[in-house]
C-alpha cells in the first residue's frame, strides 16, 4: 500500500527553545505548529480520556524536549514536564496544522 504523501512528513524541525514546531509532508505542504497546540491536543488518554472527541485542554509544559518517531505512522513528543504519553498520528498532525492555509480550510469547513 503506497503512502499517502499528505500524511507522510519528510521532515521535522523542533529547534530547543522553539515555540513552534515545523513539520514538511511528502506532498510540499510546510506545517506550523505552535507547542502549546500540541500540547494542549495530546492525544493520550490521560490527557483526553477514553471518549472518541478530542479538546484543547489548557496547561502543562509546552516546552518540546523530544521528538522520537513510532514506526512509521507517528511520533512522540516529550514535554518540558516529561510528559511523553501522547502518540501522535501522522494524520491527527497534519489535522492540527496552523498555516495559513489549513486555518483558511478548518474554518471554511467549521472544524477547529
Known amino acids: ?3 499517502d504523501p499528505k ?3 519528510t ?3 523542533a529547534p530547543h527553545g522553539a515555540t513552534v514546531t515545523e ?3 511528502a506532498d ?4 506550523l505548529y505552535p507547542n502549546k497546540i500540541l500540547r494542549g491536543y495530546c492525544p493520550c ?3 483526553q480520556g477514553h471518549g472518541g472527541t478530542r479538546s484543547f485542554i489548557e496547561g502543562g509544559d509546552s516546552e518540546l524536549r523530544e521528538v522520537t518517531p513510532v514506526g512509521n505512522y507517528a511520533l512522540q513528543l516529550t514535554w ?8 501522535y498520528t501522522f494524520a491527527y498532525l497534519r ?3 496552523q498555516c495559513q492555509e489549513c486555518q483558511a480550510t478548518q474554518a471554511t469547513a467549521g472544524t477547529k
Open 23 to 25: 513539520i514538511t509532508w
Open 7 to 9: 500524511t507522510t512528513p
Open 28 to 31: 510540499g505542504h510546510q506545517g
Open 80 to 87: 518540558g514536564d516529561r510528559h511523553d504519553t501522547g502518540i
Open 1 to 3: 500500500m503506497a503512502s
Open 95 to 97: 489535522s492540527l496544522c
Open 45 to 47: 488518554a490521560g490527557c
Open 11 to 13: 521532515h521535522v524541525r
